[in-house]
């Protein structure tokens, strides 16, 4: 089986796959490029992976990695100056708190006082 390109006299061809089909029937094929030469201005494009080396890749998953380990040391190192923040906000507000509740102790212990002076 063969298809014809519409600029080129050049055939495609449909060849069977050593895989099986999803069903287990049908053969299933692939489209193999011809193995002439491009036509000149024609580029053909490669995957980004195989323009590197596994050195390289490896160089790459590297400095990915650390890269990542620093900004999540960055990102730690800010939530605990936050926290550290956020609870000095929350020592100050106790602080405040237990002083009012103190002056209204004292304020009650007024007023029953005097209350308990004028019953008598």
Known sequence: ??????DTDEETELAPSHMAAATGDMPTYQIRAPTAALPQGVV???SPGSLHSPQQLAEEA????ELRLMKN???ARE???KKKEYVKCLENRV?????QNKTLIE???ALK???CHKVE
């Open 1 to 6: 089986m063969a298809v014809t390109g519409d």
């Open 44 to 46: 053909m494009a490669a």
């Open 62 to 65: 590297t400095r990915k990695r």
């Open 73 to 75: 040391r960055e990102a």
């Open 79 to 81: 939530c605990r100056r």
């Open 95 to 99: 602080a405040v708190l237990e002083n």
């Open 107 to 109: 304020e009650l212990k």
């Open 113 to 115: 006082d005097l209350y």
